[in-house]
């Protein structure tokens, strides 16, 4: 019975077909039903839960989503994306290198800054228009925006999960970037070996070595490069700037090692127009909005002590509520990454040229395409409190218990992937089941740190097949119909990547 609410997301997703707003809001109200009846919770204790989940998805979660899309879509107008797309592909005529720079290393900033989508098809779109087959490209985005998910647009998923489980969000990122570390460093090379194959599929007879000859070296520069400044920040900056940071630190990287590539294979050479050269000034005015966002998070972040206890004064501590062992909301009304967003948007709209009112038409625009998402958001945090608070995620925890025992780690990532697979969200998945992996390790005496994070290591897997995600993929390079043959490709990766994270996810635990 409690299992009810996630079933019908599945089945309303994938065998209805309903976008996720009216399935996510079929979701809360068969919980509510539930909670009310079988459960025998009181009406005013499900209102109460219900109104918990509204506002903790409405600030931060919604405010950020929308901060984020809104500074994505402001550098579309200003035409700052387009500026930003030209530096990065002067860098390299090797389809392979290209491939890591546009999909990898571009698209997990994109993804750190905005998500939501948006890491998948931006990328996908840029190698289609470079000549990459549009299969190719959207398969090379899927598999480089996996595992960077959990850190997506400025940290909300791992924001989000900390926040339902009560867990400290530092040491929760840190944690979940030891379990991804080493699929960072694995990914590259996929994504070399995808690049590797021509339009006419001619190198499908290239042994492993030649197709990552002349790439392996950056291949794994980039993926360390992308690691380690990532477990850094999220070590002691926390989730917001992970990736940000991470992939820029590669993107540096590789496009160093690609300008000191040796002549390209013939096989491996993209005949790419050359690009018009990019000033320092005109290349600053288009990195204004990302810099801005990037030096504000990290000066109200602790590693600045004084201001960031400064700013935690504005902010409210509540209880909302009404049942036994209500959980107390902190809502902070400056230091939260939207606010911040906000600000550095609109002050590097100006820099770029934007005036007040194209600025307000873009916001406008904003809302309105995010007012699924928003919906979505609202119906599933309503959703997850009232399972919680009404004993149902309780009783999906007895039962995962009572399958697994104590190889529940084994499961953990999977029930992650599952979520990810069925909404296309690495928030919305942690946001249904981190209060089941929470838990399980509680009711097992295992780290709840190490067994919550696995629920995000497995969003990597689930993301990258998500018929959500395929779609907008699909849709990025103007192709309908082949989202089965996408699927096919990608499969056989996620597979792989599921069992390794299983795997480690049972060392972790033991160890």
């Known amino acids: 019975m409690a299992l009810l609410p996630i079933i019908w997301l599945v089945v309303a997703l994938i065998a209805l077909h309903l976008p996720a707003w009216k399935a996510a809001i079929g979701s809360f109200v068969i919980a509510c039903g539930l909670a009310l009846t079988w459960w025998g919770m009181p009406a005013i204790e499900v209102a109460t839960a219900s109104f918990e989940g509204f506002v903790m998805a409405l600030w931060p979660i919604v405010l950020v989503i929308?901060?984020?899309?809104?500074?994505?879509?402001?550098?579309?107008?200003?035409?700052?994306?387009?500026?930003?797309?030209?530096?990065?592909?002067?860098?390299?005529?090797?389809?392979?290198?290209?491939?890591?720079?546009?999909?990898?290393?571009?698209?997990?900033?994109?993804?750190?800054?905005?998500?939501?989508?948006?890491?998948?098809?931006?990328?996908?779109?840029?190698?289609?228009?470079?000549?990459?087959?549009?299969?190719?490209?959207?398969?090379v985005c899927l598999v480089a925006n996996g595992v960077p998910t959990c850190f997506g647009s400025v940290g909300v998923p791992t924001v989000s999960l900390a926040g339902l489980t009560g867990l400290d969000p530092i040491q929760l990122a840190f944690t979940e970037m030891l379990q991804v570390a080493p699929f960072f460093v694995i990914v590259p090379f996929i994504i070399v070996m995808i690049a590797a194959e021509p339009a006419d599929d001619a190198s499908a007879r290239l042994s492993l070595a030649a197709r990552l000859r002349g790439a392996g070296m950056i291949a794994l520069a980039s993926g360390v490069a992308y690691a380690l400044p990532s477990l850094a920040v999220a070590a002691f900056v926390g989730p917001e700037l992970t990736v940000v940071v991470g992939s820029l630190c590669s993107l540096l990287v590789t496009a160093m090692l690609a300008r000191r590539?040796?002549?390209?294979?013939?096989?491996?050479?993209?005949?790419?127009?050359?690009?018009?050269?990019?000033?320092?000034?005109?290349?600053?005015?288009?990195?204004?909005?990302?810099?801005?966002?990037?030096?504000?998070?990290?000066l109200t972040s602790k590693l600045v002590p004084a201001v960031n206890a400064w700013l935690a004064q504005f902010s409210s501590a509540v209880t909302i509520f009404s049942g036994a062992d209500p959980s107390t909301v902190t809502f902070m009304w400056v230091n939260t990454p939207g606010v911040w967003i906000f600000i550095a948007a609109f002050v590097g709209g100006l820099i770029q040229g934007a005036t007040p009112r194209v600025m307000g038409e873009v916001l406008v625009a904003t809302v309105k395409q995010m007012m699924p998402t928003v919906i979505t958001m609202l119906a599933v945090l309503g959703c997850a409190k009232v399972m919680g608070y009404a004993g149902m995620i309780g009783a999906v925890s007895s039962f995962c218990i009572a399958v697994t025992g104590s190889l529940f780690p084994l499961m953990a990532p999977v029930i992650g992937a599952v979520g990810a697979f069925v909404t296309g969200s690495g928030t919305s998945s942690g946001l249904l089941f981190g209060s089941v992996q929470l838990q399980a390790a509680e009711a097992l005496g295992m780290d709840p740190y190490w067994i919550v994070a696995l629920n995000s290591l497995g969003v990597g897997a689930g993301k990258m097949i998500s018929p959500q995600t395929l779609a907008i993929g699909m849709a990025a390079v103007q192709v309908t119909g082949a989202e089965g043959k996408l699927l096919s490709r990608a499969l056989p990766i996620a597979v792989v990547f599921m069992v390794l994270m299983a795997a480690l996810g049972l060392c972790g635990a033991v160890l």
């Open 261 to 298: 590539q040796k002549a390209v294979a013939p096989e491996f050479e993209m005949h790419v127009d050359a690009a018009e050269r990019v000033t320092p000034r005109r290349a600053l005015r288009a990195w204004s909005c990302f810099i801005l966002i990037f030096v504000l998070l990290l």
């Open 66 to 139: 929308i901060a984020a899309v809104f500074t994505y879509n402001l550098c579309v107008r200003t035409g700052a994306m387009d500026v930003i797309g030209s530096m990065i592909t002067s860098l390299s005529r090797d389809r392979r290198v290209l491939a890591l720079l546009v999909a990898w290393c571009f698209g997990g900033f994109m993804e750190g800054m905005s998500g939501f989508g948006t890491a998948v098809a931006i990328p996908a779109g840029m190698l289609a228009a470079l000549g990459f087959p549009p299969l190719q490209a959207v398969l």
